[in-house]
């Protein structure tokens, strides 16, 4: 079983990545551009999860699903925030059913 601490080791590599030379690093290259640039990624990588999803090929979801998450992790190293930030977010989460959760907003807004 994979635990989370890829996810946070890999992290530390893209935290590294930000002082490296761009010319030896993707990651290096893709924070130097800036935000819009990573963002385009982003983008880009969800609209290939979604075409992956109607491809039918479950080994092609799970490779653009895999760019995702590591686009996004760029993006959350950009802005100075790491994994442990999300899975926080997704605990405080659990088992709040999503239904529940909107009525509580509705109601919260009168
Ligand atoms: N997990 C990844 C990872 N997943 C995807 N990619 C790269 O993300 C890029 C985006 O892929 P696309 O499918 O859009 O293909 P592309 O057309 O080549 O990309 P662009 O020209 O549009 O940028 C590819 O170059 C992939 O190699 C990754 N690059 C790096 N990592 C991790 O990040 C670490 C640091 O990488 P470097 O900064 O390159 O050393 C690595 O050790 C890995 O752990």
Do not use: C, N
């Amino acid at each position: 079983m994979i635990h989370a601490e890829v996810l946070f080791h890999i992290a530390d590599t893209l935290e590294a990545r930000k002082s490296a030379d761009p010319k030896s690093s993707y990651v290096s290259e893709l924070l130097h551009k800036g935000e819009d640039a990573v963002l385009k990624k982003v983008a880009e990588e969800a609209a290939e999860v979604l075409m992956a999803s109607k491809d039918g090929s479950k080994l092609h979801l799970v490779r653009e699903v895999a760019d995702l998450w590591f686009h996004s992790m760029v993006l959350l190293t950009y802005h100075g925030l790491r994994p442990d930030d999300v899975l926080v977010e997704l605990k405080r989460r659990e088992g709040i059913s999503g239904h529940d959760e909107k009525a509580a907003r509705a109601a919260q807004q009168g």
